[in-house]
Each structure stands twice: as C-alpha cells, then as structure tokens.
C-alpha cells in the first residue's frame, strides 16, 4: 500500500522567504510527527499531532516555525521568514491508533531544504 | 525515555551475519525496545521491535536479554544494500505521544 508521502522532495528558497513542506500519511493512521535532520546530524523532533490536535509541539525551534494537519489526515509545516541554519531534511512519519508502544512510526522520504 | 548506546561503526562481510548490539541498562518495565534504520538519502525505515521475548521478521531478528539492558539485532545474511544507519530507541508504551527519541546510531558497513 502507499507509504508516507511529502512535497516536494526538494525545495530551494532565498533566505527571508517563506515555505511549506506538506505531508500526506498512511491513510487511517491519526498520529502524524514532523522531525528535523540537519547535514550530518541525528533526527531532530519537531511536533506530534492526534488527530487535528498537537498536543507535542516541544521540538519546534522556534516561533517561526508552525504546522497545521485538516480533515485528520494532511498536514502542512510552514517556516516563516527562513533562516540558512533551516536547510535541512524535513521528515514526517505517521502512526496508527493507539500511539503507545506497539504501534511504529512510517517515515516519508523526506523534504530537503535548501536555504540560500 | 531510557537511553540508549549503541557503537559508532561496524562491519560486516556480505553474505554474513551482521550482529549489532544496543546497550539500554536503566530500560524500564514499560517500555519497548525498537530498532530504525536509514540508507542514504531515504527517510528511517521501521525493522523489529519488542518488549521481552525475542522477535523474528522477514528483516531481522531481535534478541533480548532476560535482564532487559541490553539487545543484539541480527541480519542473518547482510547484503551491500544492507549498509545504513541503525537506530536502537527505547519507547515507552503507556506515553502519550508516543515520539521516537533518535541517538546517533551504528553505522554498518556491508563490504563484498
């Protein structure tokens, strides 16, 4: 079946600009996790959602940073004003029901940002 | 979430067995033990998890000590594909994100 899905996988910006990253889960899946890997680096959290609620959204970096998920499935980071310490891979990953333990979490491929 | 240490660089010769071992001693009852791996370029790929018992896929097997504090995950016959970042995360079941907390990993070598 279809995996985890983002657009675009590459997105190149002039810094100040602003850009979404979308992300489309695993259909039925209602737990949706944005992550962060900078070059060379491990993989950052960002923000969990359930459902359209972020009950998680400690690892944002800041208040430039924002993400939004509609209908239960979609979801949309946007980074305002971005910043070339951004540049990075953008991840999301979607688990189903309940979001305890059992249940791993599927990654998307990716964004890769590219601040300029 | 418990911590977890893992060696930086391991390699294996294709067609062997690759062992790779993951050092979780303060894991507590609650929690699983979950193994991640990334190639190059692609997102983490999702390959075993368990909790007590030992844990066998069409990927890999996991093993687990009986003390809980540490675990080996074995590729059975490692292929040149088979070169990635493995991630050994320790994650709670009861908490209510569920987020996966990702270390620096191993990074396992395949040669032919």
């Known amino acids: 079946g279809a995996g985890v899905s983002q657009s675009p996988s590459n997105k190149v910006t002039e810094k100040g600009k602003d850009v979404e990253l979308r992300c489309d889960p695993i259909s039925g899946h209602t737990a949706l996790y944005w992550y962060r890997q900078s070059l060379g680096q491990g993989l950052e959290f960002l923000i969990y959602f359930q459902g359209n609620s972020a009950p998680d959204k400690s690892g944002l970096p800041s208040d430039r940073f924002s993400a939004e998920r509609t209908g239960g499935s979609v979801s949309t980071l946007t980074i305002q004003r971005t910043q070339q310490e951004d540049s990075a891979v953008y991840l999301c990953?979607?688990?189903?029901?309940?979001?305890?333990?059992?249940?791993?979490?599927?990654f998307g491929n990716g964004t890769r940002l590219t601040v300029t | 979430d418990a911590k977890t240490t893992q060696p930086t660089s391991m390699d294996c010769a294709e067609g062997r067995a690759a062992n790779l071992p993951c050092n979780h001693s303060?894991?507590?009852?609650?929690?699983?033990v979950y193994w991640y791996r990334q190639i190059h370029s692609q997102g983490p790929q999702y390959i075993i998890h368990g909790l007590k018992n030992n844990e066998t896929n069409e990927m890999a097997s996991l093993i687990i000590t009986e003390d809980r504090k540490s675990s080996t995950l074995i590729l059975p016959h490692a292929t040149l594909r088979d070169t990635a970042v493995y991630y050994c995360i320790v994650r709670s079941r009861s908490g209510n994100t569920g987020k996966l907390i990702f270390g620096q990993g191993t990074t396992l070598q395949v040669k032919p």
């Open positions: 990953a979607s688990s189903s029901l309940p979001p305890g333990g059992n249940s791993p979490l599927h």
């Open positions: 303060t894991i507590s009852g609650n929690e699983y």
